[in-house]
């Protein structure tokens, strides 16, 4: 990683998670749009070096690839100790890596919830409290977690996805009020069910049930960014998916489980 060192730090600095598809690969165009050079993490070094190479082209910013599994304890320090010896504090940290799983919690293997839960939540937080330390030093930084819809509701069907959400959008939250005053923001962005390749990763077969529910990816994106740079603590990208949230959290908890698992398993084809 150490090669990675920018030898020009007169361009502020955006780190994104998960940038090799979906709404990341989204985020560091924008990002990249505005100027900003990325360092781009994820798993898969081809995607990742021929999006750095793409957007070097199209947008003369420095764009960098970093090969990181964030489910692993080892990898995750070097990444959090690399980013902190940076001679440049990134100005901008989106925390996108996640993934799902659609199934009842108990035909769940353990390793894949524990998988889950290093990427969703341990990572995200390490991540998070490596930089803004640094970006509160500065009195500048901004800071996107990815959190869902899931995160207002129990989802039976969707269990331990739906509690690491409820984890980010709730330490988001937190942080951002903790840090008021200070010059660093953190948001959450709570999208509804988007055309990615989420669902196919998550094991649902076809997401043709959940097509007229979905939201378009790129306004998804777009409300994140927006957020990132307004500071808004919680956006929920479509009128439907705030209403639904909206309703989940005024109705009695007990209606909110039973209404989202009947929804659940129309939605996801699931018993
Ligand atoms: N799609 C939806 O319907 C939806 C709705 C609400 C929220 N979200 C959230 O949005 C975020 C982005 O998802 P997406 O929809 O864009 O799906 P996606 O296309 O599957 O992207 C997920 C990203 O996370 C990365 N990732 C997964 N496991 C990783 C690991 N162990 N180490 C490093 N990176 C890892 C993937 O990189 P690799 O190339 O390394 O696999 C990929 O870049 C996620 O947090 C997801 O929970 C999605």
Redesign the pocket.
């Given at each position: 990683m150490s090669e990675l060192v920018k030898k020009d730090i007169s361009k502020p600095l955006a780190v994104i998670?998960?940038?090799?598809?979906?709404?990341?690969?989204i985020f560091a165009r924008l990002l990249a749009q505005r100027g900003f050079d990325l360092l781009l993490?994820?798993?898969?070094r081809e995607?990742l070096e021929s999006l750095a190479a793409l957007f070097n082209k199209n947008f003369k910013v420095s764009a960098s690839p970093i090969v990181?599994?964030?489910?692993?304890e080892t990898e995750l320090r070097k990444l959090c100790t690399f980013l902190k010896t940076l001679p440049q504090t990134p100005h901008v940290l989106i925390n996108?890596?996640?993934?799902?799983f659609v199934g009842n919690a108990l035909s769940m293997a353990p390793e894949k919830a524990q998988?889950m839960i290093?990427?969703?939540v341990k990572?995200l937080t390490a991540l998070t409290l490596a930089l803004a330390p640094q970006m509160k030093e500065k009195g500048v930084g901004r800071i996107l977690n990815?959190?869902?819809?899931?995160a207002f509701m129990p989802c039976p069907t969707m269990a331990v996805?739906a509690s690491t959400?409820a984890y980010v959008l709730s330490f988001s939250e937190a942080l951002n009020t903790e840090l008021k005053g200070t010059g660093v923001t953190v948001s959450a962005l709570?999208?509804?069910?988007?055309?990615?390749?989420?669902?196919d990763?998550a094991g649902l077969e076809s997401t043709y049930s959940l097509n007229t529910w979905?939201t378009s990816?790129e306004s998804a994106a777009q409300a994140g960014i927006d957020a990132l740079f307004s500071g808004t603590p919680v956006t929920t990208p479509g009128i439907a998916n705030r209403l639904l949230t909206v309703t989940a959290c005024m109705a009695p908890r007990s209606w909110t489980r039973y209404i989202t698992h009947l929804w659940l398993k129309k939605f996801l084809n699931q018993k």
């Amino acid at each position: 990683m150490s090669e990675l060192v920018k030898k020009d730090i007169s361009k502020p600095l955006a780190v994104i998670t998960g940038a090799t598809g979906g709404l990341g690969e989204i985020f560091a165009r924008l990002l990249a749009q505005r100027g900003f050079d990325l360092l781009l993490v994820g798993r898969n070094r081809e995607k990742l070096e021929s999006l750095a190479a793409l957007f070097n082209k199209n947008f003369k910013v420095s764009a960098s690839p970093i090969v990181s599994d964030l489910s692993s304890e080892t990898e995750l320090r070097k990444l959090c100790t690399f980013l902190k010896t940076l001679p440049q504090t990134p100005h901008v940290l989106i925390n996108n890596a996640g993934f799902g799983f659609v199934g009842n919690a108990l035909s769940m293997a353990p390793e894949k919830a524990q998988e889950m839960i290093n990427v969703n939540v341990k990572a995200l937080t390490a991540l998070t409290l490596a930089l803004a330390p640094q970006m509160k030093e500065k009195g500048v930084g901004r800071i996107l977690n990815v959190a869902s819809i899931a995160a207002f509701m129990p989802c039976p069907t969707m269990a331990v996805y739906a509690s690491t959400k409820a984890y980010v959008l709730s330490f988001s939250e937190a942080l951002n009020t903790e840090l008021k005053g200070t010059g660093v923001t953190v948001s959450a962005l709570c999208p509804g069910p988007l055309a990615t390749a989420f669902w196919d990763r998550a094991g649902l077969e076809s997401t043709y049930s959940l097509n007229t529910w979905m939201t378009s990816t790129e306004s998804a994106a777009q409300a994140g960014i927006d957020a990132l740079f307004s500071g808004t603590p919680v956006t929920t990208p479509g009128i439907a998916n705030r209403l639904l949230t909206v309703t989940a959290c005024m109705a009695p908890r007990s209606w909110t489980r039973y209404i989202t698992h009947l929804w659940l398993k129309k939605f996801l084809n699931q018993k």
